[in-house]
């Protein structure tokens, strides 16, 4: 029995003879088969190696799709790396591409907003800190640029921005927690009697401890009367003061009484 290399030597050979016949008895150019084997036996080569799923490019798919008009289709299984199936489904699919339009299709949604604009929207805002996107929004329009108030709140809150900012003072809720202990709150409240007949009460309320105060009942509050019960009260507040007084909306509350 020969050894193991001096076959592969013996298959070396024979394969050399075969493969140096005449161009003419094979009547293909000798160079170019011959660079083909050498692919051909590389990419069998590439197969074995390869252990997971090859995934091909939309170029990739395209050049097997158009490669495949020059083969004959009972070759393809034997030359395309995919199944013959495959090579009609890309084929399909870019033949569909031509008639879908798509180059005629108007972009869906709002055009995206230019680079400038954003640039100049958020100028605006850091220049004036006190603008809301709405104020922002009207000088753009001012300067003619066409763009929705919304466009210009996106833009606003994606860069960190408050959209509408606080403009004057601190809110109605910062400024009663800051002022609690300075604020009195005066207020009208009825009761009907069994008799029949309504009495009103004068109640003013702390706003920092929750401390209410009945100043006087009557059937007939009068703006004097209902002044008379505010000194009353100031009275017995001696020393302590309050600063702002929130009445109601009743027609008592005059002038004299604040």
Partial sequence: MKPLGSCSSELYRLTRRLLSVPA????RDVVKDAELLVLRHENTVL???ITGQVRYEPADRLWFAALSSLLPRRRWHAIFPVQPATILAWHRTFIAWKWDYSARRRPIGRPPTHAAITKLVLRLAHDNPRWGHRRIHGELTRLGHRIAASTVWKILNSSGIHPAPRRTGPTWKQFLASQAHGIIAA???HIDTVLGKRLYALVFLEHGTRRPHIAGV???PTQEWTTQQARN????FGTHSFRFLLPDRDGNNSSTFD
């Fill in 24 to 27: 003419v008895l094979l009547r």
């Fill in 47 to 49: 197969r074995r190696q």
């Fill in 187 to 189: 207020d009208f409240f």
């Fill in 218 to 220: 009557t059937q007939h």
């Fill in 233 to 236: 009260l100031t009275a017995q």
